[in-house]
């Protein structure tokens, strides 16, 4: 990928990460998660700050949630992780350093 370039993520039901390779910085300018069981959060290894707890998020009757717009910055050393195997979550990330 290039300093420009969009890219969508769907994180399925299994736990997993989005952390890009050493150098790399992308920008997470949405984010959505459905359901109320799963964690989607950036983390560093030992700090963890929620952008989805699991608590109801705003959306329709089943959890399922809108984007939010923001500017969080993530790279290989802080990055995004999906705890839990219930819910799926997605990114919309725009590469910002390579």
């Known amino acids: 990928m290039a300093i420009g370039d969009a890219i ?3 994180l399925g039901t299994a736990t997993t990460t989005r952390q890009p390779s050493s150098g790399v910085e992308e920008q997470i300018s949405a984010a959505g998660k ?5 964690i989607l959060d950036t983390f560093n290894g030992s700090v963890v700050a929620a952008l989805y707890g699991n608590l109801a998020a705003p959306g ?5 949630t809108a984007g939010f717009n923001n ?28």
Do not use: P, R
């Open 8 to 10: 969508g993520v769907f």
């Open 60 to 64: 329709d009757a089943n959890g399922c």
């Open 34 to 38: 459905n359901g109320t069981t799963d």
């Open 71 to 98: 500017g969080i910055l993530i790279n290989n050393t802080t990055y995004v992780k999906k705890q839990g195997t219930t819910d799926t979550a997605y990114l919309s990330i725009v590469q910002t350093n390579a």
